[in-house]
């Protein structure tokens, strides 16, 4: 089974601050992995994929995740922190079934920028 | 360009009344089909997918069920409503192969 564990239901930052949401992943085969940002009363939208290319992903509106396979770990960075990234961000993992995907998402962590 | 549609918004139903919650996606073919429950604090539990017409596969036991009637449209439905099936469902679909799910605008359901 896959699971992850994001720390920390709440993260306030500063303007301009770094930007850090962790992720923790338990897997028993290679994963794959995932972060989602949502707006209030909105769907998800991918904001990048780890897929075993390359361990540092880069994805939209300037986040990147970095996959630690010694730590298990999947957290999600941004060098200066934007108002426009005050949302709710959400890790994911998924094994590979050969067709389709079913993901398995964590509980969600709430971003609030503060200006 | 591929779309996915949710409707409606949002719903308020009462207790035992019946449901139907639409998605259906545009410019694609074949797309793997997903529903998703997200409640307050919990994430998002997958509910149903499907990989192609009349083909579901249920995930966890409950007052749900779905069906998928033609290649780009997929129902969530219930018989009764129960107090529990409050929440925000997402509606979700990849292609064969893909990694990574494109999400509808979802449907807040409010069961009173």
């Known amino acids: 089974a896959q699971s992850v564990t994001q720390l920390g239901s709440h993260v306030s930052v500063s303007e301009g601050a770094l930007v850090l949401l962790r992720c923790n992943y338990s897997?028993?085969?290679?994963?794959?992995l995932f972060w989602y940002v949502q707006y209030p009363n909105q769907g998800l939208q991918l904001l990048l994929k780890?897929?075993?290319?390359?361990?540092l992903v880069k994805g939209i509106n300037g986040f990147e995740a970095e996959f630690k396979k010694s730590e298990t770990s999947f957290h999600l960075t941004k060098p200066s922190a934007h108002m426009s990234d005050a949302a709710e961000y959400f890790c994911?993992?998924?094994?590979?079934?050969?067709?389709?995907?079913?993901?398995?998402f964590g509980t969600g962590t709430k971003l609030q920028v503060i200006p | 360009s591929q779309t996915i549609h949710q409707w409606p918004a949002t719903l308020v139903q009462p207790v035992g009344s019946p449901l139907s919650l639409e998605c259906t996606v545009e410019?694609?073919?074949?797309?793997?089909l997903y529903w998703y429950r997200q409640a307050a604090g919990r994430g998002l539990q997958l509910l149903f997918y499907?990989?192609?017409?009349?083909?579901i596969s249920s995930e966890v036991p409950q007052n749900l069920s779905a069906s998928r009637p033609q290649d780009r449209q997929f129902i969530l439905s219930s018989k009764k409503l129960l107090l529990s099936d409050s929440g925000f469902y997402l509606c979700?679909?990849?292609?064969?192969?893909?990694?990574?799910?494109?999400f509808g605008s979802g449907t807040r359901l409010t069961v009173v």
């Open positions: 979700a679909w990849n292609t064969k192969g893909a990694l990574g799910y494109t």
């Open positions: 410019g694609t073919s074949n797309p793997n």
């Open positions: 897997s028993s085969v290679p994963p794959y």
């Open positions: 994911a993992v998924s094994p590979y079934s050969g067709g389709y995907q079913k993901v398995t």
């Open positions: 499907s990989v192609g017409i009349g083909q």
């Open positions: 780890y897929t075993s290319a390359a361990t």
